[in-house]
C-alpha cells in the first residue's frame, strides 16, 4: 500500500531530521479540499522539539519532496501543522488497474501471514430455539473470519454446542410431557417437517422452563424440578454413551459410576432417554446446517459439550492436586476468582458433574490439539464477560502456555419491539423467524414496486432471502461490536441510507450497466476528471487501507462505513454523470470506474458475509 510506504519515509526522515523515532499515522481528511491524506506528526513533535509546528511541517515537506513521489501531485503544509497530500491521476490510474487485475482479491494483504487463528461463534444448544443471539454472533463471528483471512491469516471456524447440561435436561422433560399430554408417539416426529419439529422442541422448552417456575397442574415446582435434574444425570450417561457407539469414543470418565448409576433410580428408563436424545440431538443440528447454509457460513470444527464436559473434568481434578481449585459445599469443586479481585464459580457440582466452566477449559485444550492456534477467539452476548474473565484467570493456572492466545469478545443485545429476547423465559424471536420476516418483507416490496419483473419465481425468492440476509447482518455489523443494537425491520430493508440492501442494490447496479460491456481498460489514463469521479476515486483508494485497519482492530464496522461512503459517493456520480453514452475517452473511464465499484463492493459485502446479486 503506498500508505505504508509513505509513512515509512516520513518516519525515516523524522528520524534523520531530528533522531526521534515516532510511529506515524496518516488520516484521510473529511473535507476534500484538504486533500487525500494528512499527517500530523509535526503537531506530535513540536512540544519535544520546542519548536512551532508549522516550521517542522515545511521541513518534513522540503524533505519529501526531494523523494519526488510519483503517486503525489502536491504536498501542502496548513496551520497549525498539517502535512497534506493529493494523489496524482497516475496514481489513481493504478488503483483503477490494480483493482480490475486483481479482480475478487484486491484489498488483501499479508499483515497476518503466517499466524493461524481459531474463530468460535454461533454457538446454539440442541433441543433449543435458534435465537436472535446465535444469529448476532454468526454475523459478527463470520465476518471477523472473512476479514482476517483478507488480512492473510489462516482461519478455522469453530461452533461449540451445548448437547448436555440443565438446558437439555429441561427440554428433555419438555418434550416427554409434550408427547404424553398431547398424545404423540416418539416415532411420529419422523414424518413431521423439520420446522415442525423445531417448532415442538421450542414449545417444549417454553412449557419446561414456565414448569420449573410455577410447576403444572400436578406437580410442584421442586417436583418439575428433580424430574429434571435426574434427565440431567441421564442425559450425560447417554451423550457418552452415542460417542461410544458412533465414534468409537473410549471414555475418560465413568459417568455411570461417578454418578451412582445403579443406585439411582428414576421414572425414566436410560434407554428412552437415550433414543429421545439421540433423535433430539440430530434432528436439531440438522436444523442448524440450514440456517448455517442460509446465512453462507461453514465451520471447520464442531465442538460438543458432551465430549468436552470429559476434558475438563480432568483438568479441574488435576487442578485441585495441585491446589488450583477448592472444594465447596456439597463437595462442589471451584475457583476462588475473589483471590484475583473477581468471583468465585463452581467448575464441577454436587454430582461430580462438570459445569460450563470446567468445559471451555477442556475446549481451549481440545482446539490447540486439533488446530495449534495463535490466536483463539470465542465471539459471545458481553453479559458473560465476567463469567469469561473468570475462566481465562483459571486458564493462566491450568495452561498458562494458551492463556495468553485467548480471547473473549463479547458484543452488545439486539432488541426488538422494545423486549429483550431470551429463549430462558419463552419470550423469543427465532433467527430463522427474523429472517423470514424480513424475507417476506423484502419480497412484497419487490413485487410491489415491479423491480422483480424480469427475475423468475425461483430468483425472486433467492434475491429477498439475499436481501434478508444483508438487511440483518448489516444491522448487527455497522455498530461497534459492544453496543446494543435497535433493530427496525422497516428501516433495514430500504434501498436508500446506510443499510445492507442500499449496497447491494449500488453493486447490482454496477452489474446492470457493465453487462454488455467489453473494454480493454489498459488504454485508460485518468485526465481532467470532475469532482463526482474524483470522489469515487478517493473512496477506492481507501479500500485497502480499511481492510488492514478491519484487521488490526477486529471492526468490521470500519467496512461497513466505508462502503457505504463508497456507494453514496458512485450514486452521486452515477445521477450526474453519462456513462453508456458518454463519448470517448470518457465512457471508458466511467465503464472503468463502474467496474472497479461493482468489485470493491462485492470484495467488501464478502469481508461482512454479506450475498452481492447482480440483480434487484
Known amino acids: 500500500m503506498f500508505t505504508t510506504k509513505l509513512q515509512n519515509e516520513i518516519k525515516n526522515i523524522i528520524f534523520n531530521l531530528y533522531n526521534i523515532e515516532l510511529d506515524v499515522a496518516l488520516e484521510f481528511p473529511t473535507n476534500a479540499s484538504f486533500g487525500d491524506l494528512a499527517c500530523?506528526?509535526?503537531?506530535?513533535?513540536a512540544k519535544s522539539l520546542k519548536r512551532a509546528p508549522?516550521?517542522?511541517?515545511?521541513?518534513?515537506?522540503?524533505?519529501?519532496?526531494?523523494?519526488?513521489?510519483?503517486?503525489?501531485?502536491?504536498?501542502?503544509?496548513?496551520?497549525?501543522?498539517?502535512?497534506?497530500f493529493k494523489y496524482s491521476d497516475g496514481f489513481y490510474t493504478t488503483v483503477l488497474q490494480s483493482i480490475v487485475e486483481q479482480n475478487n482479491t484486491f484489498g488483501y494483504n499479508s499483515q497476518f501471514l503466517g499466524q493461524k487463528i481459531i474463530i468460535e461463534y454461533t454457538d446454539p444448544n440442541p433441543f433449543k430455539v435458534f435465537h436472535i443471539g446465535h444469529l448476532m454472533t454468526n454475523c459478527i463471528g463470520e465476518s471477523l473470519a472473512c476479514i482476517l483471512e483478507a488480512n492473510g491469516a489462516n482461519v478455522k471456524r469453530a461452533n461449540y454446542q451445548g448437547d448436555v447440561g440443565l438446558h437439555v435436561a429441561k427440554s428433555l422433560w419438555g418434550i416427554f410431557e409434550q408427547l404424553r399430554i398431547k398424545n404423540i408417539t416418539l416415532e411420529a416426529l419422523d414424518s413431521w417437517n423439520l420446522d415442525d419439529v423445531i417448532d415442538f422442541f421450542g414449545q417444549s422448552y417454553s412449557y419446561a422452563s414456565n414448569a420449573s417456575k410455577n410447576g403444572t397442574e400436578n406437580l410442584s415446582f421442586e417436583e418439575v424440578l428433580d424430574a429434571q435434574k435426574e434427565l440431567n444425570i441421564l442425559a450425560y450417561v447417554s451423550a457418552q454413551k452415542l460417542l461410544?457407539?458412533?465414534?468409537?469414543?473410549?471414555?475418560?470418565?465413568?459417568?455411570?459410576?461417578?454418578?451412582?448409576?445403579?443406585?439411582?433410580?428414576?421414572?425414566?428408563?436410560?434407554?428412552?432417554?437415550y433414543k429421545l436424545y439421540t433423535k433430539g440431538r440430530q434432528?436439531?443440528?440438522?436444523?442448524?446446517?440450514?440456517?448455517?447454509?442460509?446465512?453462507?457460513?461453514?465451520?471447520?470444527?464442531?465442538?460438543?459439550?458432551?465430549?468436552?464436559?470429559e476434558y475438563g473434568l480432568e483438568i479441574v481434578k488435576k487442578g485441585l492436586a495441585d491446589g488450583i481449585f477448592d472444594v465447596g459445599e456439597n463437595g462442589a469443586i471451584i475457583f476462588k476468582g475473589e483471590d484475583y479481585d473477581l468471583h468465585s464459580r463452581v467448575f464441577v457440582n454436587s454430582?461430580?458433574?462438570?459445569?460450563?466452566?470446567?468445559?471451555?477449559?477442556?475446549?481451549?485444550?481440545?482446539?490447540y490439539s486439533k488446530f495449534a492456534y495463535d490466536k483463539s477467539y470465542v465471539v459471545t452476548g458481553n453479559e458473560i464477560n465476567e463469567y469469561f474473565k473468570v475462566i481465562n484467570c483459571a486458564m493462566t493456572k491450568v495452561a498458562p502456555e494458551l492463556a495468553p492466545k485467548c480471547f473473549h469478545l463479547g458484543h452488545g443485545m439486539m432488541r426488538f419491539k422494545d423486549r429483550k429476547m431470551s429463549s430462558r423465559t419463552g419470550d423469543v424471536v427465532g433467527g430463522d423467524e427474523l429472517l423470514n420476516m424480513a424475507k417476506n418483507t423484502a419480497l412484497a416490496k419487490m413485487q410491489e414496486e415491479g423491480s422483480s419483473s424480469s427475475l423468475s419465481s425461483d430468483q425472486q425468492l433467492l434475491v429477498a432471502d439475499q436481501v434478508a440476509v444483508a438487511s440483518i447482518k448489516y444491522s448487527v455489523l455497522k455498530i461497534n461490536i459492544g453496543q446494543n443494537i435497535s433493530y427496525d425491520q422497516e428501516a433495514t430493508l430500504a434501498l436508500s441510507g446506510n443499510t445492507g440492501p442500499y449496497l447491494q442494490y449500488t453493486h447490482a447496479r454496477c452489474c446492470s450497466i457493465l453487462e454488455n460491456e467489453s473494454q480493454d481498460f489498459s488504454k485508460v489514463q485518468l485526465a481532467d476528471l470532475n469532482e463526482a469521479e474524483l470522489s469515487v476515486l478517493r473512496n477506492l483508494s481507501k479500500f485497502e487501507n480499511v481492510v488492514y485497519t478491519a484487521g488490526t482492530d477486529l471492526t468490521p464496522n470500519t467496512i461497513c462505513t466505508y462502503l457505504y461512503e463508497l456507494?453514496?459517493?458512485?450514486?452521486?456520480?452515477?445521477?450526474?454523470?453519462?456513462?453508456?453514452?458518454?463519448?470517448?475517452?470518457?465512457?471508458?473511464?466511467?465503464?472503468?470506474?463502474?467496474?472497479?465499484?461493482?468489485?470493491?463492493?462485492?470484495?467488501?459485502?464478502?469481508?461482512?458475509?454479506?450475498?452481492?446479486?447482480?440483480?434487484?
Do not use: H
Open 351 to 367: 454430582y461430580g458433574l462438570p459445569t460450563y466452566e470446567s468445559k471451555d477449559l477442556g475446549l481451549a485444550k481440545l482446539k
Open 54 to 84: 508549522m516550521e517542522i511541517a515545511n521541513e518534513i515537506k522540503d524533505a519529501l519532496e526531494q523523494l519526488a513521489f510519483v503517486e503525489l501531485s502536491e504536498i501542502t503544509c496548513i496551520a497549525p501543522g498539517f502535512i497534506n
Open 567 to 616: 456507494a453514496q459517493s458512485y450514486n452521486s456520480f452515477y445521477n450526474a454523470n453519462r456513462i453508456l453514452d458518454a463519448p470517448n475517452p470518457q465512457k471508458l473511464t466511467r465503464v472503468m470506474l463502474t467496474a472497479a465499484v461493482k468489485i470493491v463492493m462485492a470484495n467488501g459485502l464478502r469481508l461482512l458475509g454479506i450475498p452481492a446479486p447482480t440483480q434487484m
Open 283 to 309: 434432528l436439531s443440528l440438522d436444523y442448524f446446517e440450514t440456517l448455517y447454509k442460509r446465512l453462507g457460513t461453514k465451520f471447520d470444527y464442531y465442538f460438543f459439550e458432551s465430549l468436552l464436559g
Open 40 to 45: 500530523t506528526a509535526p503537531l506530535s513533535l
Open 244 to 273: 461410544m457407539e458412533t465414534e468409537g469414543w473410549t471414555p475418560l470418565i465413568n459417568y455411570p459410576q461417578i454418578l451412582n448409576l445403579d443406585s439411582f433410580t428414576s421414572k425414566y428408563k436410560l434407554d428412552d432417554v
